[in-house]
């Protein structure tokens, strides 16, 4: 793990762009990943061309460029906006030398500095043996040579040092066997606890969106108190929180938020997340939290669309946009979200501005507008008169000879049950 840095050490952000101004937005967020892990960014060397090079990521020039930069005191650290194969930074280690990071590597270092509770520490390094796994070629090479592995022919043979390489494989596939093994259980608890949930009756909301674009707050500022961390860094949130919420004329629901999505999100982190942001897939309502002040805010739109496709997440699933920090939002860029997004939210969980217009969307597309009904219940039935809370609301009762007359409010899923009962709607 890498220290979190006062931001001495000093990178250069490395990309390739297919088209001029593709990689834009993309060494925004990679630069802000940098200082989160506690690295100064000190420039940009791009490249465009239409894929990275097989052997060096960069062209020729522009690996002489880093060779003379580094070797300047400029940067210690180079940070690739990509995925480095084991054989391109085995290469650009040799001709570089200075510590190579790649993208998958700054955003697995950043959820590992955020990741609290035992489940987010077990799933962060499961997706670092992930990464791992397949780049021990590269960490093998020094074995093979110190038990002089390669003859000079440059053919491999079978020495201490491959005997190294392969004792190391099997560890990592030992500890990833029973990362994932305690990652079930986990799972299945979640699962008796999701069967708890249902049980109750009430819908579930998730609060889905961009990383740092203000779920956590929304949640807090729902819940009316600090149920989840919000801070004003990426990735503040890796483990869902799951609260009841009041959302007025006696509905309630149930709000989960769980970690925040970025462009270009590592598989392996979403394979070993995934039991997590399962809840995001069995949800009733979806709501996705957009920061309004971003000017990347439709593209970061277009990066939660796909990420939700990756997790199954099925189209007709109902869905409510958010427009959050709205009031750091400047005129010119209201009119331009209300354009692009007009049946959105706008709100900010900050001063509270829209939130009692979030509840009652929420009860509308929820359904949970409860439905006045006079009931007469026999003696032994009276059990019915128990509302699930969310569900119904027992307005007055009156004991009769034959049976207890009962109005209730309650929820259309709750008429049915209620039917045989019901004299009066």
């Known amino acids: 793990m890498l220290p979190e840095g006062d931001g001495s050490s000093r990178a250069l952000l490395v990309a390739t762009e297919r088209r001029k101004g593709q990689a834009s937005r993309s060494l925004q967020e990679l630069a802000q990943l940098t200082r989160t892990i506690g690295l100064q960014p000190v420039g940009e060397i791009l490249q465009r061309r239409e894929a990275p090079h097989q052997r060096t990521f960069v062209g020729k020039g522009r690996v002489e460029e880093l060779e003379a930069r580094v070797a300047a005191g400029e940067a210690d650290t180079l940070i690739f906006n ?26 697995l270092e950043v959820f590992s500095q955020h990741a609290h509770t035992a489940e987010g520490k077990l799933q962060v390094e499961l997706a670092r043996l992930r990464y791992l796994l397949p780049r021990l070629i ?16 440059g053919m491999g043979v079978r020495g201490p040092g491959e005997t190294k390489l392969e004792m190391n494989r099997r560890t990592l596939r030992r500890r990833m066997r029973r990362l994932e093994q305690r990652l079930a259980e986990t799972a299945r608890r979640r699962e008796v606890e999701r069967g708890e949930r249902q049980r109750s009756g009430l819908p579930l909301v998730g609060l889905v969106g961009y990383t740092n674009a203000g779920k956590s707050s929304l949640l807090n500022a729902l819940a009316g108190e600090e149920v989840a961390r919000a801070n004003n860094r990426l990735f503040e949130t890796l483990d869902t929180s799951i609260r009841r919420i009041d959302l007025g004329r006696h509905a309630e629901a149930l709000v989960s938020d769980t970690v925040g999505f970025i462009d270009r999100l590592p598989t392996d982190l979403i394979a070993a997340f995934r039991a997590t942001l399962e809840e995001t897939v069995q949800a009733d309502l979806l709501v996705e939290v957009l920061d309004a002040a971003d ?21 007709d699933t109902p869905r409510l946009l958010a427009l959050n920090k709205w009031d750091l939002t400047g005129e010119q860029r209201r009119r331009e979200l209300t354009a692009r997004f007009p049946a959105a939210l706008p709100l900010s969980a900050l001063t509270g501005l829209g939130l009692e217009e979030l509840r009652e969307e929420l009860r509308r597309q929820l359904g949970l507008e409860l439905v006045p009904l006079t009931l007469h219940l026999p003696y032994d039935r009276l059990e019915l008169l128990s509302l699930p809370p969310g569900l119904g609301q027992l307005l007055d009762t009156r004991y009769e000879y034959e049976h207890v007359v009962a109005k209730v409010r309650v929820h259309p899923r709750m008429i049915q049950r209620l039917r045989p009962f019901v004299v009066s709607e």
Not at 88 to 98: D, F, I, K
Not at 299 to 314: I, R, S
């Open 82 to 107: 990509g995925e480095l194969s084991p054989r391109q930074a085995a290469t650009l280690e040799e001709r570089v030398h200075c510590r190579l990071l790649d993208r998958t590597e700054v955003i």
């Open 138 to 153: 590269g960490a093998g090479k020094d074995m093979s040579q110190i038990a002089g592995g390669r003859t000079a022919a």
């Open 295 to 315: 000017p990347l805010a439709e593209a970061q739109h277009e990066t939660v669309e796909e990420v939700l496709g990756d997790l199954g997440v099925l189209e």
